[in-house]
């Protein structure tokens, strides 16, 4: 990863941080993306740039605006002036009752979650295949496993994860495109996912009887962009063999 440059979405805090911080720790270059949280970006920025001055640049933006989605590749370049790798991991998530879901719901689950990564992609392409470099997708084990209420929600990651597999087919061979579906990692930080027995109920019917942590999504992250040279179109459940036992 020396000399390297990654482009993460959402990248501010939790699983966004943790995949900062291990790409940074093996030698890249980052350009963090945050919408809200500045102050978690710029937190995250220094404590980096105190290990290796200059490494890491922030980006704001609203992913939900596709023509702004090329600037952050312009801003990438301006600072690094290449582009070797791009995490889609910005992400929208809460519940949409069959009943209650309304057009606004819709474009904010599929915008994060679908059309964000596809016009990212799309606008980072060029500078991809110019450095032979790869996407990483964060998809979810529910876009195959559908989680009860999050009718769109589920919809947007099932997108997600067919948009890996045919970002796949139309960049090769210059670029590689794969996806992550995390299982129980971090829990939402509101709503019934805040209840210890919901959580006590999914621990249990995962296999290795535990939560996972962000680092464990981090650590695919960097193997798909540095140690899987021959995989493209594949997207690998970090889950604790949770999709298993559902």
């Given amino acids: 990863m020396q000399g390297k440059v990654v482009l993460v979405t959402?990248?501010?805090k939790r699983l966004g941080a943790a995949t900062c911080r291990r790409l940074h720790a093996r030698g890249?270059?980052?350009v963090v993306h945050y919408r809200t949280s500045v102050e978690n970006a710029r937190t995250l920025q220094a404590e980096l740039n105190q290990i290796r001055p200059?490494?890491?640049?922030?980006?704001q933006a609203d992913l939900f605006d596709t023509g702004l989605l090329p600037d952050l590749i312009d801003e990438t370049m301006k600072h690094f002036g290449q582009l070797d790798a791009l995490v889609n991991n910005a992400s929208s998530f809460f519940p949409?009752?069959?009943g209650e879901i309304t057009e606004k719901t819709w474009d904010n689950l599929i915008g994060s979650n679908l059309k964000a990564p596809l016009f990212l992609s799309q606008a980072a392409a060029p500078q991809l295949r110019k450095r032979h470099g790869c996407i990483v997708n964060i998809v979810d084990i529910h876009a195959e496993w559908p989680l009860k209420k999050y009718v769109v929600y589920n919809s947007a990651k099932g997108g997600l994860a067919s948009l890996t597999r045919s970002l796949a087919l139309d960049l090769a061979p210059e670029v590689r495109v794969n996806g992550i579906s995390p299982?129980?990692?971090?829990w939402p930080e509101?709503?019934?996912?805040?209840?210890?027995?919901?959580?006590?109920r999914i621990i249990d019917k995962t296999p290795l009887k535990r939560a996972g942590d962000p680092d464990d999504i981090a650590?695919?992250?960097?193997?798909?962009?540095a140690h899987a040279p021959y995989i493209t179109g594949q997207i690998i459940a970090v889950d604790g063999g949770r999709s298993i036992n559902l």
């Fill in 54 to 59: 200059g490494s890491v640049a922030l980006v």
């Fill in 190 to 200: 509101q709503g019934e996912w805040t209840d210890e027995t919901l959580q006590r």
């Fill in 219 to 225: 650590r695919t992250v960097l193997f798909l962009i």
């Fill in 10 to 12: 959402g990248g501010a």
């Fill in 28 to 30: 890249a270059n980052l």
């Fill in 96 to 98: 949409t009752p069959l």
């Fill in 183 to 186: 299982g129980p990692i971090l």
